[in-house]
């Protein structure tokens, strides 16, 4: 089994930052990316920030140039570094881990709230 597990979430003002932590965990062979997924109420689950072991990132448009992925591979560890946030980027982020050895699986955390409110 794989564990994924978010942490870093809350409340924040308008322009306020913060800074996500995934801890991947477990039976992980050939980690291959890590990501967050954002979920805003009453929307699809969506891309926000991906990255390889090998470090190339892609990002959503709505979060380039604000949102930093890294990754610690010797720690199966992946950040999100959130700034300039807007009420806009509320929403639940999920870490997503795609690993695997004969075939490719994708895990999920249980996600983390963020709040961005005055």
């Known amino acids: 089994q794989v564990q994924v597990v978010e942490s870093g979430g809350g409340l924040v003002q308008p322009g306020g930052s913060l800074r996500l932590s995934c801890a991947a965990s477990?039976?992980?062979?050939?980690?291959?990316?890590m990501g967050w997924y954002c979920q805003a109420p009453g929307k699809q689950r969506e891309l926000a920030a991906l990255?390889?072991?090998?470090?190339?990132?892609n990002y959503a448009d709505s979060v380039k140039g604000r949102f930093t992925i890294s990754i610690e591979n010797a720690k199966n560890m992946v950040y999100l570094q959130m700034n300039s946030l807007k009420p806009e980027d509320t929403a639940v982020y999920y870490c997503?881990?795609?690993?695997?050895?004969?075939?490719?699986?994708?895990?999920w955390g249980q996600g983390t709230q963020v709040t961005v409110s005055s």
């Open positions: 990255i390889s072991r090998g470090g190339s990132t």
């Open positions: 477990g039976r992980i062979f050939r980690l291959l990316t």
């Open positions: 997503n881990v795609r690993a695997g050895l004969l075939s490719e699986n994708d895990y």
